[in-house]
């Protein structure tokens, strides 16, 4: 169901190829496809359209560059586009005199709860010494689960009996951490409904009440058109100073973010990518704005790949790789460090084209295969792991054995292996594409890079 | 497929363009204001113009019913309006209002033959199972745990006897909230330990139905998102026990959406239906303003029937799916 926007343009624009100058009705063809993968993307329908009346402008007449073909041209300027919508990254704003207060509101079931522990956390990490403080009142063990997850990350929480009242909680909870010397205290409300008044008004109550520094406005990623609706009256009604965006780990499009950003105008802080309480990442509009085109984040994946491999061993790999002595003892070690990346399909999934033709394909990649691809590499002698031509069939039936394979399993993977060693050689010796190190790489240059 | 979003043909002067923006600016207040006003204003106009078709879109797509849906149900609509005739704005609303309908009942592409013909308790030789066996599944905070603990005072209701499985071991204080509602509906909850194996609470807790006689069994699990390997395997595995102990079951695997999830909904749809071959759904949070319409992409392309709408906060919203009111819904 999702195609990548370059994919869809590139059908689109076929016939003009060597065009020199993209015309009206060309970009008239183009913008139905940028509209259609926005709305997939669950982009609200009022923000698609002033969206596409922006892009288009941008578009009109501009010259196709040379080395860029018409899809590449208008999917960069979408892409440009998107990411000036979405704003830069900003840090939770400190308050003069401390305590900073930090108050998180949001629909139900949107992540609020665990968000305030990943953000005490973030906290203390940064060495500062934070307060939870758990003002829901209403949903049936909120206040527990804010408790253990307390103790858990060694963050104390301000609690009341059942039966406080939300606004008397959160003033008390404030003043304790003023008391106790906490300089960031963080204001975990309950769920509710934009449209609920009393709870609304319950809200905007404690916000003028305590008029905490930072009024955070935490948005499930996944939701569809909706979003604007919701995030709208939070920002009528109590007023917000930025966003988190949730369970940005799924396979979501994430559109809500540019849904929301452009109806309150506030940014987006951070982002939530896991279950666990370091899950919370900064927030880069560059990765957002490639996921809701759908052309994958490869800067998360460099990032995550930079934090996992040491250098070094980096850098033999590359000589290796340089020098074709690319081995399958090397070739597990890689299996190995992939590993770590995280679940392999998000990991295939960030590079770009990558999870598109895996779609397309309809291949599966399960972390099984993986380990059954070690297995068999593990049932090599060192001398058949450096010299794979050494494995003639009968090493191969034991091979198979040993891993608990078939041999047909073991020439597929000898193959593979042989292929993907010829294709190295290629890469190498041209020169190849290089993963550049993360930062601003941004504009028209590196998208038809991404799009190869 | 796309001529719904054609320009139309006569190039405009600058007064129409002009006249053009501030009707859509015009049109965009009114969908601030009410959905129902801005319904009766397409039907109200005398005759079936292009416009219609153009409202009818954005009203599909604010739904949350995605593209390739709502071009599909106006294309339908549309042969239906030259082939019956219809000149009437009212009529065309009626029409549309069936074809949604149709929708949800007449899936296209149906995957699971078991559930396409309506949910339901499936007996065997006529006999209700016995406990009856439902698996409650879903992504992280789209309301599972409310929603059983509305099933069982559901049930509670009908005179049935009720036990509650906390398969939830993950989530801080998840067998807390399930046991606090346990108590106020009248339902034992069967847990351990959080962080224990989910596996084992499911065990216990098909056991303890069998030997206390319960009608009704229902599993709660720990939110996950479907794209997390590990985790969706450890739904099937959790199934697998189920299935082991009580040959039959679960008798039906509930999947759970939050109303205001967009498009992802078909892709968790999709991934919880393949590893816990989900039987049915359940839309929470519809007391929102959001209209829950990703559940006709899903129809359309899986088959799968909807069979209870969370309407709000009370234990006792839950309602009985209802195909007209839902679309009905739609439009107010």
Excluded: C
């Amino acid at each position: 169901m999702f195609e990548s926007l370059s994919d869809r343009l590139n059908s689109t624009f076929t016939r003009l190829r060597g065009k020199g100058r993209l015309d009206e009705a060309d970009i008239d063809e183009a913008m139905k496809e940028v509209r259609r993968a926005l709305l997939e993307a669950d982009v609200n329908f009022k923000v698609v359209k002033s969206f596409v009346e922006h892009v288009r402008e941008r578009a009109i007449g501009q010259e196709v560059l040379k080395s860029l073909t018409p899809a590449q041209m208008v999917v960069g300027i979408v892409h440009d586009q998107l990411i000036e919508l979405l704003g830069e990254a900003t840090k939770i704003e400190m308050a003069k005199t401390a305590p900073t207060v930090v108050m998180l509101v949001g629909l139900q079931g949107s992540g609020k709860t665990t968000t305030a522990a990943k953000l005490a956390l973030q906290m203390r990490r940064a060495g500062q010494n934070p307060l939870l403080v758990a003002a829901d009142m209403y949903r049936p063990a909120a206040v527990q689960q804010l408790q253990a997850l307390g103790k858990q990350l060694n963050v104390p929480v301000y609690t009341e009996p059942q039966g406080a009242n939300p606004v008397d909680i959160a003033t008390n909870g404030v003043r304790h951490g003023q008391t106790n010397n906490h300089n960031i205290v963080i204001l975990d409300t309950a769920g509710r409904l934009h449209i609920d008044e009393a709870m609304m008004h319950e809200v905007a109550t404690i916000k003028s009440r305590l008029n905490p520094t930072e009024t955070l406005l935490v948005v499930d990623a996944m939701t569809g058109q909706d979003a604007v609706r919701a995030a709208s009256e939070f920002n009528e009604k109590v007023g917000i100073t930025g966003l988190i965006m949730t369970k940005v780990d799924g396979d979501t499009r994430g559109g809500a973010a540019l849904s929301v950003r452009e109806v309150t105008g506030v940014p987006i802080k951070f982002i939530g990518t896991g279950e666990k309480t370091d899950a919370l990442e900064p927030f880069y509009p560059d990765r957002l704005a490639g996921r809701i085109l759908g052309m994958g984040d490869v800067l998360t994946l460099v990032e995550r790949a930079q934090a996992e491999y040491d250098e070094e061993s980096a850098r033999a790999m590359e000589k290796k790789l340089r020098t074709a002595t690319f081995d399958l003892e090397d070739f597990l070690s890689q299996l190995q460090q992939v590993k770590k990346l995280g679940p392999l399909e998000q990991v295939l999934g960030m590079i770009p084209g990558l999870g598109q033709a895996m779609r397309q394909q309809q291949v599966q990649v399960k972390e099984g295969d993986l380990s059954h691809i070690e297995a068999i590499i593990r049932s090599m002698t060192a001398k058949e792991r450096h010299n794979p031509e050494l494995i003639d069939s009968s090493r191969r039936r034991r091979i198979a054995r040993g891993s608990g394979s078939t041999v047909q399993d073991v020439n597929a993977l000898l193959n593979q292996f042989k292929q993907m060693q010829k294709m190295m050689k290629q890469l190498t010796g041209g020169g190849g594409m290089k993963m550049k190190g993360k930062g601003k790489r941004r504009g028209m240059g590196n998208m038809g890079q991404w799009m190869q | 497929m796309f001529n719904l979003f054609k320009r139309k043909e006569q190039p405009k002067t600058q007064e129409q363009i002009q006249e053009q923006e501030q009707k859509v600016e015009e049109s965009l207040q009114r969908t601030k204001r009410s959905w129902f006003r801005q319904i009766a204003s397409v039907f109200e106009v005398d005759e079936i113009t292009e416009d219609i078709w153009e409202d009818l879109e954005t009203l599909l797509i604010q739904a949350d019913l995605g593209v390739e849906t709502t071009v599909d149900v106006l294309d339908r609509l549309k042969k239906r309006v030259a082939l019956d005739r219809l000149k009437k704005p009212s009529a065309v609303y009626e029409a549309l209002q069936d074809e949604l309908i149709w929708v949800l009942e007449h899936p296209e592409h149906a995957t699971n033959p078991r559930s396409a013909d309506g949910a339901g308790p499936i007996s065997e030789n006529g006999k209700e199972p016995h406990p009856y066996v439902l698996l409650v599944v879903g992504v992280n905070g789209v309301g599972k745990t409310t929603t059983i603990a509305k099933l069982a005072r559901y049930y509670r209701d009908q005179g049935k006897s009720v036990v509650i499985g906390a398969g939830d071991t993950f989530r801080a204080a998840a067998i807390e909230q399930l046991v606090i509602w346990g108590e106020r509906v009248g339902a034992p909850v069967i847990r351990h330990q959080i962080g224990g194996d989910p596996g084992a609470v499911v065990f216990d807790a098909v056991e303890a139905a069998i030997n206390r006689d319960a009608d009704i069994l229902i599993i709660d699990t720990a939110g996950r998102l479907h794209t997390k390997t590990n985790l969706m395997e450890e739904l099937r595995k959790i199934k697998r026990i189920i299935s082991k102990q009580l040959p039959g079951a679960p008798h039906e695997t509930l999947l759970v959406l939050d109303a205001t999830t967009g498009q992802n909904g078909l892709q968790q749809a999709k991934a919880f239906t393949e590893v816990a071959d989900v039987t049915s759904l359940a839309v929470a949070k519809l007391d929102g303003t959001a209209k829950g319409g990703v559940v006709f992409a899903i129809a359309r392309e899986m088959g799968l029937p909807i069979r209870y709408v969370g309407t709000g906060e009370k234990i006792t919203d839950l309602a009985e799916f209802d195909a007209r009111q839902f679309v009905k819904a739609l439009f107010s």
